[in-house]
């Protein structure tokens, strides 16, 4: 009878303590840069701030704002002019109709709220204070101004502002004068004064 030979013995791999620290740092690092990948792509999921702050109302100090001057601020990305018309220009403003495409804002592309037709003339809730979109309504462009009487050529002897895209021209309550490329008046954002001197730019007010 033959006797079984016993198999011969492989001793177990030792287990190499440099390599498995190299391995676990390699692991660790690669999971921490998985991980700093992912938290800028799932922030994008969500708005940014800007984006969150774009459609929120804005308010506005204009106690500094001296008459004939105009301060810009932005709401949902777009200028908003707020102007302190003097008394000699509201009186203007009642004469130059004649001129004007819209003189009485009836046009519906950009409806104006109703407490800002109160006085057609003027455009405003307050007579010396406008508040306008800063966006030409011929192609989006950002006119200039404003300009005085005799101040600038392609306004003549009215005051206003200009647009230097193609020419299109308004008074200073945004009403556009005649024969112009822009159709329509200056639109007119939602606001309402919150105090005495503060305006909020992007909410209607109080009925």
Known sequence: MTEAVPAPQVPAPQADPERRAALLVTATLGAAGAAAGAVPYIASW??????????SAVDVDISTLAPGRMKVVEWRGKPIWILRRTPAMIEDLRKDTALLADPRSERTSYPVPPYALKDPDLRSIRPEVLVVFGICTHLGCSPSGPF????????????????????????????????????????????????????????DGPA
């Open 46 to 55: 969500g708005p940014s701030e800007r984006e969150k702050a774009a459609g």
């Open 148 to 203: 005085d009487k005799d101040e600038n050529a392609q306004l003549g002897a009215e005051a206003g502002f200009v647009c230097p895209c193609h020419g299109s021209t308004f008074d200073l309550a945004g009403r556009v004068f005649r024969n112009k490329p822009a159709a329509d008046n200056l639109p007119v954002p939602p606001h309402f004064y919150v105090a005495e001197n503060v305006l909020r730019i992007g909410e």
